[in-house]
């Protein structure tokens, strides 16, 4: 069964800096795109960053520049560096995995969430 597990988030002043982490076990890491998400409560889920399998990287603009997503193979673990961090970026990460692979004649997906880690931006 597959597992994320987030760590990193906490509490930094504007213009600070935090680095999130995101642990998959349960499967090989390497057949993940991994990405990260973020959520105000009352809003909708919001797309961060995705790293994916040959480690193309995209952002969402209001991040770009400032946050740098990462992945290491070997630990089968992805980061999100955050920098320059303003009070619009308090919320709760999510670490998103994907798969997609080839089973029974067609193409499949698999999707799995982290439980989340509170990122608070404020002075």
């Known amino acids: 069964q597959v597992q994320l597990a987030e760590s990193g988030g906490g509490l930094v002043q504007p213009g600070g800096s935090l680095r999130l982490s995101c642990s998959l076990s349960?499967?090989?890491?390497?057949?993940?795109?991994m990405g990260w998400y973020r959520q105000v409560p009352g809003n909708e889920r919001e797309f961060i960053s995705r790293?994916?399998?040959?480690?193309?990287?995209n952002y969402t603009d209001s991040v770009k520049g400032r946050f740098a997503i990462s992945r290491d193979n070997a630990k089968n673990e992805v980061y999100l560096q955050m920098n320059a961090l303003e009070p619009e970026d308090t919320a709760v990460y999510y670490c998103?995995?994907?798969?997609?692979?080839?089973?029974?004649?067609?193409?499949?997906?698999?999707?799995?969430w982290g439980r989340g880690t509170q990122v608070t931006v404020s002075s």
């Open positions: 790293i994916n399998v040959s480690f193309k990287t």
């Open positions: 349960g499967s090989n890491f390497r057949m993940y795109n």
């Open positions: 998103n995995a994907e798969v997609i692979y080839y089973n029974g004649g067609r193409w499949r997906r698999n999707e799995y």
